[in-house]
């Protein structure tokens, strides 16, 4: 019997819908080829639900949630809605229910034309970072006090876990046992937020466990600047919630953008819910300019997470060979219509696949 993979597709709002039927485009033609099923259900959560209905996110879908092997999320957020109100209730909602205590990000540049740091080529920046997901100042404890007075006062806590810190730094370093560099960064601020040796301790404890794993340690305003500087010092890093939310956007930039950026929110052995790190950019809307590559390779790593490994490496080289031929021409909005970047990479998957195996990577490039 063929193997079979239950998605719950959530589009979202703004560009989600159309970034998300490229993804799921190129998900069918890989599940033909490689011969699985995958059974999606569809979910209408975003503004144009909320405002119809009052509904965010029932509790009820997080059971539903449950029942499928994996979330895929287009994007969340709509100007006609308070701040943050749902991006809180969907993003925030699936990462904290579901207790998806990873956020896996790769910074993986692809051809030297995208990077804005002059000189780096793919071999200088390609790394993983491993944001811890389910506390930090997301947990949603503190509030205001005298609201709108000039008496205000405003609390955020930042609140962190040996449990959390561990099963993140745990993470990161089986990540690197697979990896050619097999170094481990841990990021905080552990020098100006004391709390933070939490971290410290916890990495360096975490750490005798992985002998051929060598460590690395920098604070997160340097972390910032070695990225951009010597992008090639890191491998897999780890790094508290809002510190990863910041360096994975700096790092999304030096990867050439928002158009290619995805992230896998992951509870190992549990459902996973794989997106862009993009957001809705309401003012593309519909209009099919929006690059569909982040919500693709998001695409990529839920198969990978799904045990669909070959059809994630054909995946892979489809997007690396396509944007190193020059075939799609850019990562931003408007030089290629959304669907095209899709039929593109469909394809490609299905040439690549058809290729004898053990073809030269070269000769892929058609
Ligand atoms: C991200 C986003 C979210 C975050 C927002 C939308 C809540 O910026 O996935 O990086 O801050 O985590
Ligand atoms: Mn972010």
Same mark, same amino acid.
């Given at each position: 019997m063929a193997r079979e993979h239950a998605i719950a597709v959530i589009p979202g709002d703004g560009i989600g819908e159309e970034v998300i039927n490229e993804g799921l485009k190129v998900l069918r033609a890989l599940a033909q080829i490689y011969g699985f099923k995958l059974r999606t259900t569809s979910y209408p959560w975003g503004a144009d639900h909320f405002l119809k209905?009052? +509904?965010?996110?029932?509790?009820s879908a997080l059971d539903e949630y449950r029942q499928h092997a994996a979330v895929y999320l287009g994007a969340i957020g709509d100007?006609?809605?308070? +701040?943050g109100l749902l991006e809180r209730a969907i993003i925030a909602g699936l990462r904290f229910k579901l207790d998806l205590y990873v956020n896996l990000r790769p910074i993986k540049?692809?051809?030297?034309?995208?990077?804005?740091?002059?000189?780096?080529?793919p071999a200088d920046v390609d790394m993983v970072v491993v944001r811890e997901n389910?506390?930090?100042?997301?947990?949603?404890i503190g509030g205001h006090f005298?609201?709108?007075?000039?008496d205000e006062v405003a609390i955020a806590t930042m609140l962190y876990t040996r449990k959390g810190c561990e099963r993140a730094v745990r993470y990161a370093f089986e990540l690197a046992k697979g990896r050619k560099r097999r170094k481990v960064t841990l990021v905080d601020?552990?020098? @100006?937020?004391?709390?933070?040796d939490l971290w410290t301790r916890t990495f360096a404890e975490v750490a005798?466990?992985? @002998?051929?794993i060598e460590t690395d340690h920098a604070y997160i305003d340097a972390a910032c600047m070695w990225l951009v500087k010597?992008?090639?010092?890191?491998?897999v890093c780890v790094m508290p919630n809002i510190f990863g939310d910041i360096f994975t956007d700096l790092g999304a930039m030096v990867q050439g953008g928002m158009g290619i950026a995805a992230s896998g929110n992951l509870h190992p052995g549990k459902t996973s819910m794989f997106e862009p790190?993009?957001?809705?950019?309401p003012k593309y809307?519909?209009?099919?300019?929006?690059?569909p590559l982040a919500a693709i390779n998001a695409a990529g790593m839920m198969l990978d997470y799904l045990g669909e490994k070959e059809a994630a490496t054909t995946l892979e080289s489809a997007i690396a060979s396509l944007l190193t031929s020059g075939?799609?021409?850019?990562?931003? @909005?408007?030089?290629?219509p959304t669907s095209e970047i899709g039929d593109l990479v469909t394809a490609e998957v299905r040439q690549i696949a058809a290729m004898p195996a053990g073809e030269p990577a070269a000769a892929r490039r058609s």
């Amino acid at each position: 019997m063929a193997r079979e993979h239950a998605i719950a597709v959530i589009p979202g709002d703004g560009i989600g819908e159309e970034v998300i039927n490229e993804g799921l485009k190129v998900l069918r033609a890989l599940a033909q080829i490689y011969g699985f099923k995958l059974r999606t259900t569809s979910y209408p959560w975003g503004a144009d639900h909320f405002l119809k209905t009052g +509904v965010m996110m029932p509790d009820s879908a997080l059971d539903e949630y449950r029942q499928h092997a994996a979330v895929y999320l287009g994007a969340i957020g709509d100007p006609r809605i308070e +701040v943050g109100l749902l991006e809180r209730a969907i993003i925030a909602g699936l990462r904290f229910k579901l207790d998806l205590y990873v956020n896996l990000r790769p910074i993986k540049l692809y051809d030297a034309r995208f990077c804005p740091i002059k000189d780096k080529k793919p071999a200088d920046v390609d790394m993983v970072v491993v944001r811890e997901n389910t506390e930090d100042a997301y947990i949603g404890i503190g509030g205001h006090f005298k609201q709108g007075t000039q008496d205000e006062v405003a609390i955020a806590t930042m609140l962190y876990t040996r449990k959390g810190c561990e099963r993140a730094v745990r993470y990161a370093f089986e990540l690197a046992k697979g990896r050619k560099r097999r170094k481990v960064t841990l990021v905080d601020k552990a020098n @100006a937020v004391r709390p933070q040796d939490l971290w410290t301790r916890t990495f360096a404890e975490v750490a005798k466990d992985y @002998a051929g794993i060598e460590t690395d340690h920098a604070y997160i305003d340097a972390a910032c600047m070695w990225l951009v500087k010597n992008p090639e010092s890191f491998d897999v890093c780890v790094m508290p919630n809002i510190f990863g939310d910041i360096f994975t956007d700096l790092g999304a930039m030096v990867q050439g953008g928002m158009g290619i950026a995805a992230s896998g929110n992951l509870h190992p052995g549990k459902t996973s819910m794989f997106e862009p790190i993009h957001g809705s950019a309401p003012k593309y809307r519909g209009k099919n300019v929006a690059n569909p590559l982040a919500a693709i390779n998001a695409a990529g790593m839920m198969l990978d997470y799904l045990g669909e490994k070959e059809a994630a490496t054909t995946l892979e080289s489809a997007i690396a060979s396509l944007l190193t031929s020059g075939r799609i021409r850019s990562l931003g @909005a408007g030089d290629h219509p959304t669907s095209e970047i899709g039929d593109l990479v469909t394809a490609e998957v299905r040439q690549i696949a058809a290729m004898p195996a053990g073809e030269p990577a070269a000769a892929r490039r058609s």
